[in-house]
C-alpha cells in the first residue's frame, strides 16, 4: 500500500508520510482513479461493492464542479481508497472488474488480471525479494 499510495497519491517514489494503515491479513484495499480533470472541484466517491459469482462490482459516483462554480485552474487527479474485509472477497476467485456508474450504467469491464489484485501486501513482496 505504501507504494502504491508514494506512486499515485503524492506523485513521489521518495519517503512516504501519511499512508493510512491497512491491516492485510483482514482487508483489502479497493481504489478507484478516475484520471485527469481539467480544474478543481471534480471528485470521485465509492458507493457500493458487491461481489457477484466472479467478479467484483464497484459502483462509484463522480461528482462535477457546477457550471458557474469558481474552481481553481489546475488539473486534478480525483480518487477514492477504501477498505473492505478481506473475507468478503476471495480473490482467487475473481475473474473481473466491473466499474458501476451512476443508474446502473457498466462503465468499465476488465479481466481482474489486469488489475493490481494482491493477495499479499506490495511491500510485503518487496521485501520478500530482498532477503
Do not use: H
Not at 38 to 53: E, I
Not at 61 to 78: G, H, L
Amino acid at each position: 500500500m505504501r507504494r502504491i499510495w508514494a506512486e499515485n497519491i503524492t506523485g513521489s517514489s521518495g519517503e512516504v508520510k501519511n499512508a493510512p494503515a491497512v491491516n492485510w491479513k483482514k482487508e483489502c484495499v479497493i481504489a478507484v482513479f478516475i484520471g485527469a480533470r481539467p480544474t478543481a472541484g471534480y471528485a470521485v466517491q465509492v458507493k457500493k461493492v458487491t461481489l457477484t459469482d466472479s467478479a467484483v462490482e464497484v459502483g462509484i459516483e463522480e461528482r462535477k464542479p457546477s457550471s458557474d462554480a469558481m474552481v481553481a485552474q489546475v488539473i486534478s487527479s480525483p480518487y477514492c481508497a477504501i477498505t473492505c474485509a478481506r473475507a468478503d472477497f476471495p480473490l482467487d476467485k475473481i475473474l473481473m472488474l466491473r466499474l458501476i456508474g451512476e443508474e446502473g450504467k457498466v462503465l468499465l469491464e476488465s479481466p481482474a488480471w489486469s488489475y493490481r489484485f494482491m493477495d499479499v501486501p506490495p511491500d510485503a513482496e518487496l521485501q520478500k525479494g530482498r532477503e
